[in-house]
T-cell receptor
Framework: NAGVTQTPKFRILKIGQSMTLQCTQDMNHNYMYWYRQDPGMGLKLIYYSVGAGITDKGEVPNGYNVSRSTTEDFPLRLELAAPSQTSVYFC?????????????FGPGTRLTVL | GNSVTQMEGPVTLSEEAFLTINCTYTATGYPSLFWYVQYPGEGLQLLLKATKADDKGSNKGFEATYRKETTSFHLEKGSVQVSDSAVYFCALSDPGGYQKVTFGTGTKLQVIP
C-alpha cells in the first residue's frame, strides 16, 4: 500500500515554461487536495476535488489548473511558470467519514522557477 | 472565515524538557482539530486529533485537549526527545463539508541533547 505518491520530487523551471505535477493515491479516497507550502508559512489550498470529474478552487488557484479523470489521479498543471510559484507542493487525500477525516499527504514536490 | 493561530517558533528545548505549543482557532460550527507533524524532507503526517469539545487526542506521548470555551488545542509532551525535532502544524477541518482543512503557520521544534 503506497498511500499518496507524487512525482517529480524536485524540478527547476524557467519563467514561462509549463509542467504537470503528478499525484496518485491507492486508498480509493474520494477527496483529493493540492497545497503549496512557502517558507515559514502554513499550507495554502490551491485546488481540491470531491470525486472523479469534480474539482473546485481553493484559496490560491491563480496560475494553476487541475483535472480528475479517475479516482486515483489528481494532476496539477502550471501553464506559465512564474517565480512566485517557487514552493513545495503537497498532494493529499481523505475519505469523508465521521471517524476517518485524517488527510494523508504525499512526500511533496519542490519546485523552483528561475 | 476559519483561522488557526499558533505560537511562532523556533522552539529550542533540551532533551527531557516539557513541551507546550499553543494553538487557538476561529471557526463557525464545531470543527475537528488536528496536530500534524512534518519531519525534515517529508510530507505532513497526522500526530493526533480531537473531534468534539473536551476530547483529548494523544499519540507518541503527545497530548492535546479540545477546549471550546477558550477555542484552544495546545500540544503538550512531558519529556521531549531529539527525534521529536520537526515542524508541528495545528489545523481544523471545515465543518461545512468537503474536508477542507485550515492550517496554522507551523512551529519548528528543535530538541538538543
Amino acid at each position: 500500500n503506497a498511500g499518496v505518491t507524487q512525482t517529480p520530487k524536485f524540478r527547476i523551471l524557467k519563467i514561462g515554461q509549463s509542467m504537470t505535477l503528478q499525484c496518485t493515491q491507492d486508498m480509493n479516497h474520494n477527496y483529493m487536495y493540492w497545497y503549496r507550502q512557502d517558507p515559514g508559512m502554513g499550507l495554502k489550498l490551491i485546488y481540491y476535488s470531491v470525486g472523479a470529474g469534480i474539482t473546485d478552487k481553493g484559496e490560491v488557484p491563480n496560475g494553476y489548473n487541475v483535472s480528475r479523470s479517475t479516482t486515483e489521479d489528481f494532476p496539477l498543471r502550471l501553464e506559465l511558470a512564474a517565480p512566485s510559484q517557487t514552493s513545495v507542493y503537497f498532494c493529499a487525500s481523505t475519505n469523508l467519514t465521521p471517524l476517518t477525516d485524517t488527510q494523508y499527504f504525499g512526500p511533496g514536490t519542490r519546485l523552483t522557477v528561475l | 472565515g476559519n483561522s488557526v493561530t499558533q505560537m511562532e517558533g523556533p522552539v529550542t528545548l533540551s532533551e527531557e524538557a516539557f513541551l507546550t505549543i499553543n494553538c487557538t482557532y476561529t471557526a463557525t460550527g464545531y470543527p475537528s482539530l488536528f496536530w500534524y507533524v512534518q519531519y525534515p524532507g517529508e510530507g505532513l503526517q497526522l500526530l493526533l486529533k480531537a473531534t468534539k469539545a473536551d476530547d483529548k487526542g494523544s499519540n507518541k506521548g503527545f497530548e492535546a485537549t479540545y477546549r471550546k470555551e477558550t477555542t484552544s488545542f495546545h500540544l503538550e509532551k512531558g519529556s521531549v526527545q531529539v527525534s521529536d525535532s520537526a515542524v508541528y502544524f495545528c489545523a481544523l477541518s471545515d465543518p461545512g463539508g468537503y474536508q477542507k482543512v485550515t492550517f496554522g503557520t507551523g512551529t519548528k521544534l528543535q530538541v538538543i541533547p
